[in-house]
């Protein structure tokens, strides 16, 4: 395999998995090119298979917050491979990795870890369902919580008619007990409430949106759901798959001082392993088998290998400084715009702490709809002059981006010199 060209492994890899990758977004469909096949990473940096070097701004879709093989990580993976990869049942860095976690986010009273961000938030509308023995939930258009039956779904023509899968293969019967409401837009919430509150079980939000480019909650959103969730006896489930640990160290709710029920937590909790974790108040997880009759199980759930690579990251998370990685961040971007304003191109972009979004947009967007008021083709454009030139951003306009705290002053400057040439080539090819 080590000397097969990227179109070489395109190829096979066609043949082997259904669009040549096992994630749809790596297939790079929608900026028109061929899926990349990387051959190692190291700390703000990825290589493809023909050794070009790519300034990183997925970091593995937020989890490589240390950057890639940290040598503090490399090292207790290693040790604990040395050790067994994988005993079945429970190992001590459970324990010492859900102590960890609760000096983060002191509101997991008590949680479970399983492998996947998916199973997360799976679980956690599971065990709402069960706590309130109601059957509906509410989820906002835009925001994404993993491919499980019940979060698959899009809007209707109207919010307030029924939902439809948003994939083939899900029970439309499933999707219809899932309302859809606008992020930012509370009587959109309201609304299915005034209509249905005693039948809701929980509202799941990212409380930072991140798969519809990035989506900051406006003021007082986060604080009103939490009371329309209490007058209604519903759940507020806060998906920080993606901010936990990546916004700030408590993610969201640390920030907008906004206590949900349940929490599920990926990505960076596994330092770039497969582990992730739901939880919350006792009196919920107290639902959660054996305890309570909620049924959830899993046979690598805990692994020593990915405890230990948690342990590692959340180790050295305790001394990031996420204000510093946002200023930097916003110079960053601030200079970026001047390039694109430079250019005759709008532009705007959001930051929190080690997470950011930008849009080819005079206005920045606050919600779904706005999103798609970017322009694909110009996207396009931009996204393949930039790889071009060694920068590696999410290959959709519905990602955010993400750096590590390897992203030094020194990788911005490199990465505004690659997008100046960038934008240049573009105008180029436009004139040609
Ligand atoms: C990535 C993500 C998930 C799904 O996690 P997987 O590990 O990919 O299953 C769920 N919710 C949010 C907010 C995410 O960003």
Redesign the pocket.
């Known amino acids: 395999m080590g000397n097969m060209t990227n179109s070489q492994l395109v190829a096979k890899a066609s043949q082997l998995f259904p669009g040549g990758v096992n994630s749809p977004v790596r297939a790079m469909g929608s900026v028109g090119l061929e899926p990349m096949f990387v051959d190692r990473a190291q700390g703000p940096y990825i290589y493809d298979t023909s050794g070009k070097q790519l300034i990183d701004f997925i970091a593995s879709?937020g989890a490589m917050i240390l950057g890639h093989a940290h040598p503090k990580v490399v090292e207790q993976v290693s040790k604990q491979a040395a050790k067994g990869f994988s005993y079945g049942i429970s190992c001590p860095l459970e324990v010492e990795l859900g102590q960890k976690v609760q000096t983060f986010f002191p509101h997991l009273e008590c949680m479970r870890f399983v492998n996947?961000?998916?199973e997360a938030?799976m679980s956690t509308i599971r065990l709402a369902r069960a706590a309130t023995g109601r059957d509906h939930i509410l989820k906002f258009v835009g925001c994404?919580?993993?491919h499980a039956d019940a979060l698959l779904v899009q809007a209707g023509s109207g919010l307030l008619t029924h939902s439809s899968p948003s994939s083939s293969g899900v029970d439309p019967d499933v999707a219809k007990k899932t309302l859809l409401a606008d992020y930012n837009d509370i009587d959109s919430v309201k609304a299915h409430f005034n209509q249905s509150g005693e039948k809701i079980a929980a509202i799941i939000v990212?409380p930072i949106a991140?798969?519809m480019n990035m989506v900051l909650p406006e003021k007082n959103f986060l604080e009103t759901l939490r009371e329309i969730c209490d007058r209604w006896g519903s759940l507020l489930i806060f998906?920080e798959?993606?901010t936990g640990f990546r916004v700030h160290s408590g993610g969201a709710q640390a920030i907008y001082g906004v206590k949900p029920d349940l929490t599920a937590l990926?990505?960076v909790i596994g330092g770039g392993l497969p582990a992730?974790c739901y939880g919350g108040d006792r009196k919920w997880m107290e639902h959660v088998s054996p305890l309570g009759k909620m049924y959830q199980a899993g046979t690598l759930s805990g692994n020593p290998i990915a405890m230990a690579a948690g342990c590692a990251t959340l180790n050295e998370v305790k001394h990031i400084d996420y204000q510093l990685l946002e200023n930097n961040i916003e110079q960053f971007l601030d200079s970026w715009k001047s390039m694109a304003n430079e250019n005759d191109l709008p532009f705007s972009y959001c930051v929190k702490g080690g997470m950011f979004g930008f849009a080819h947009l005079e206005t920045y967007p606050t919600n779904f709809n706005e999103v798609k008021n970017t322009s694909s083709e110009l996207f396009k454009a931009f996204y393949q002059s930039a790889l071009e030139q060694g920068l590696y951003f999410a290959p959709s306009l519905y990602e955010a981006g993400f750096v590590s705290i390897q992203h030094s002053e020194a990788i911005f400057a490199q990465a505004l010199d690659k997008i100046k040439i960038a934008y240049a080539k573009m105008n180029q090819m436009q004139s040609a």
């Open positions: 879709w996947s961000g998916t938030t994404y919580h993993g990212e991140g798969n998906d798959v993606m990926g990505k992730a």
